[in-house]
Nanobody, 124 residues
Framework: QAQLVESGGGLVQAGGSLRLTCAAP????????TGWFRQAPGKEREFVAA????????YNEDIVKGRFTISKDNAKNTVTLQMNSLKPEDTAVYFC?????????????????WGQGTQVTVSS
């Protein structure tokens, strides 16, 4: 399995922005659907956004509400989650995950390759 490495997390004030990046070996994202999930302390892992190999995206609108954008750059072998207007409730560990080619899925069980996660903390 290709190793997925997340970066870009950190501490930000409410209303601020962060850009999370998921990096993988060359051509990984040309073939796989890629998703972002998050897990806050004491809570279950939840779907945030996903993008297919052809660029079709899917969002958890209950969370995103127009604030986040997922994108991919095949040349750079990255999938990015741009997060704007961050709220304290967005605080969580954010994970990148890859699934077999297909429509973007919100189900964690669809993904069989996970990164280690990156911490996002939003202060009020």
């Amino acid at each position: 399995q290709a190793q997925l490495v997340e970066s870009g997390g950190g501490l930000v004030q409410a209303g601020g922005s962060l850009r999370l990046t998921c990096a993988a070996p060359p051509r990984t994202f040309m073939w796989y659907t890629t998703g972002w999930f998050r897990q806050a302390p004491g809570k279950e892992r939840e779907f945030v956004a996903a993008i297919s190999r052809i660029g079709t995206s899917k969002y958890n609108e209950d969370i995103v509400k127009g604030r986040f954008t997922i994108s991919k750059d095949n040349a750079k072998n990255t999938v990015t989650l741009q997060m704007n207007s961050l709220k304290p409730e967005d605080t969580a560990v954010y994970f990148c995950a890859a699934a077999q080619p297909g429509a973007p899925s919100a189900l964690a069980t669809s993904y069989d390759n996970w990164g280690q996660g990156t911490q996002v903390t939003v202060s009020s």
